[in-house]
Antibody, heavy 120, light 112 residues
Framework: QLQLQESGPGLVKPSETLSLTCTVS??????????WGWIRQPPGKGLEWIGS???????YYNPSLKSRVTISVDTSKNQFSLKLSSVTAADTAVYYC????????????WGQGTLVTVSS | NFMLTQPHSVSESPGKTVTISCTRS????????VQWYQQRPGSSPTTVIY?????PSGVPDRFSGSIDSSSNSASLTISGLKTEDEADYYC???????????FGGGTKLTVL
């Protein structure tokens, strides 16, 4: 059974870079059928897609965040990572990683999510 | 770039049927698959419908999905409502013309 687990600091200072890693277990991140994505949810608000990556390193990003986002993959560790630069309080959210079906954006399964707070 | 618009909230009584709509602002709703996710408080989203009308294993057949080209919308219908269905529901699709994932704003379902 495929499982995803987010990890990283729960507190980031304003203007710094948020860094999270998603570890995939129970399956290979190198599958040709899937991308691997990041989605966030500010407290009390809806879901916002951040971006997704293929095992080859090909990425696609939310245009509204593209200038600040970098997603990378490490197939040897079965992990992919998110970096979001120049964070502000508006980036405070629960960050989820999920498997992304190619060309549909269908995310399944999701990780449990990790709350990242931006505060000094 | 299209948006997906959902009602902010809906409510219905146990045992009844409720339908949640998801309207695409531009382009055809049939152009890209629509997924529906259920999110209970404090939990991650889970899929209840994928590829417009497919149910993952383990999702009760009380959940069904459809698309309507005339209204350019997708719908999630839940019949025989149970209190456990109370949750937020999100529709989601994909913009293949400008590759990106689009989520609707979410609908809070209250079963009372």
């Amino acid at each position: 059974q495929l499982q995803l687990q987010e990890s990283g600091p729960g507190l980031v200072k304003p203007s710094e870079t948020l860094s999270l890693t998603c570890t995939v277990s129970g399956g290979s991140i190198s599958s040709s059928s899937y991308y691997w994505g990041w989605i966030r949810q500010p407290p009390g608000k809806g879901l916002e897609w951040i971006g997704s990556i293929y095992y080859s390193g090909s990425t696609y990003y939310n245009p509204s965040l593209k200038s600040r986002v970098t997603i990378s993959v490490d197939t040897s560790k079965n992990q992919f990572s998110l970096k979001l630069s120049s964070v502000t309080a508006a980036d405070t959210a629960v960050y989820y990683c999920a498997r992304d079906m190619v060309a549909t954006g269908w995310f399944d399964p999701w990780g449990q999510g990790t709350l990242v707070t931006v505060s000094s | 770039n299209f948006m997906l618009t959902q009602p902010h909230s809906v409510s219905e009584s146990p045992g009844k049927t409720v339908t949640i709509s998801c309207t695409r602002s531009s382009g055809s709703i049939a152009s890209n698959y629509v997924q529906w996710y259920q999110q209970r408080p404090g939990s991650s989203p889970t899929t209840v419908i994928y590829e417009d009308n497919q149910r993952p294993s383990g999702v009760p057949d009380r959940f069904s999905g459809s698309i309507d080209s005339s209204s350019n919308s997708a719908s999630l219908t839940i019949s025989g409502l149970k209190t456990e269905d109370e949750a937020d529901y999100y529709c989601q699709s994909y913009d293949s013309s400008n590759p990106r994932v689009v989520f609707g704003g979410g609908t809070k379902l209250t079963v009372l």
